[in-house]
């Protein structure tokens, strides 16, 4: 029992450092979601290619290999960032084509004559994205978008085998330490993984209520 | 246009700025794509001995190695995950709460903990804690199962609750009980509507294989660990692995978009959205919008 109180300050911090890498993985996947969601729907053939060449390539790949490539590859042409930075490019890069993908299907679901009407009162393709598609397009896939960003949450545990002190390394780390208490430190781990995945579920569901377009 | 109802046929005006953007677009890629072409090569990154050790016979052989290794494990975990998912997704749909509970708490704590955390505990708490020893192969292909039989559990009963009421108040009605109810009249036909959910999971079973590495399973990328640390050349190496893995999950993607029975083309390629990889329900529910959008035409 003493030695769980010896790592529990340990184990904390090291939530803390996932949730971290959670919270700006989601902040910058929904950004470059969003924005390659719109570019795959644009009228200039080019931004589609891009869009979809990138949501084709990264999502088929494993996120381990996405490690790979990002932790050991970008420093073999200069980049270098520090393994935390590291770990947040690849969760953004991995989670961005998911988002992309689920915002997009939100964007064509919103009916034709929505677009028509907003186009025939004179609004341009962004007006038209910015005022009438978006609004709407984000509010239908708040469910599927909850279940990608808890699997992002999921996802930030890869990170431990690429040099970031986030909670599963230094569970990792703390049961080689103390052998004899090794299921509590594991079930406080999972626990802590558990409940927020749970609260998050229910926080989105909760969002969704409030969002939701009352017809 | 094909592409989209958010633009109608370009006038004149129009087309011409598409035109504009379209080669600013172009002019964009291209710059960047050089920048990068010229930074690589300034790095020697193209140089032969980087890449020459790729097209060795002994290390394509040990790659190979390591992607049977994958898949076996994949494939093993895809059986299992098969029996623990439809056994869960009878449970979790049984009319005794003694059975749907533990069922329910099942699912949803396997959904909700990390496949490496599972993959870990195994690896490291069963021999110190339990004193069971698992082989590198078990401890990921269990792994792998406890997450993935939890995310079939849903896949199946979704299948069966998208099932008309009427499937089961029939089956009642010719006297029928629960169980040869759920195995003659709903489990086949849930299972025929979950075939390219299945395949999308298959998709989902060889991307976490990698995490095996961490274990020590000798998979397709624990094997280009050891290649690329052996020849120095880890952007070369874990490029061309990530395209093998590329390669390999499109063409379960394409058949999986086949088996769901909408003819690939059908859809111009532009608007099919993807769903493989994605949890679930998230899969289901862009599957709905996608059927809404349609419906919608």
Redesign the interface.
Known sequence: MNEIIEVLPTLLRSFGTTLELALLSTIASLLVGTVVAIMRVAPIPPLRWAGTAYVHFVRNTPITIIFFIIVFGLPQVGVIFSFFWFAVLVLTLYTGTFVAETVRAGIQAIPAGQIEAARSIGLSFTQVIRYVVLPQALRNVVPPLATVLIALLKNTSVASAFGVAEAINSMTNLVNVHSTVVLGIMGATGFAYISLALLLGRAFAWLERTVAIVR | ?T??????Q?GPKAARR?TL??IG??VL?AIVVAYAVM??AA?G?FDAARWSPLTNPKLILFLLQGLLNTLGAAAVSLVLALVMGIGLAIGRLSDVRFVRGPCVVIV??AR??????SM??LF??FP??FHIDLSAFWTVVLALTLYNGAAIAEIVRAGVLTLPSGQQEAAYAIGLRWWPTMRLVLLPQALRVMLPGLIGQL?VL??????G??VGYQEL?AQ??SA?LLFNN??QT??V??LV??LL??AL?WVSTYVSGRQVGADSR??A???????P???A??RA??V??RM??
Do not use: C, H
């Not at chain 2, 592409?3 to 109608?8: G, M, P, Q, R």
């Not at chain 2, 909700?112 to 955390?117: D, K, Q, S």
């Not at chain 2, 060889?206 to 995490?211: G, Q, R, T």
């Not at chain 2, 959205?273 to 949890?279: A, H, Q, S």
């Open positions: 246009m592409t989209a109802n958010l633009f109608d370009p598409i953007f379209t677009a172009v890629i930074e690589l790095r990154q949803e704590l909700a903990a990390p496949v490496l955390l870990l505990f490291l708490a110190l804690a998709i060889i991307k976490d294989s990698a995490l590495f961490i990328a280009a660990q690329a880890p952007l874990y490029v692995v990530g893995f590329v999950n499109s993607s532009d608007q959205i993807t769903t493989v990889g994605l949890e329900e998230a899969a529910a862009l919008l996608d809404e959008r919608g035409r």
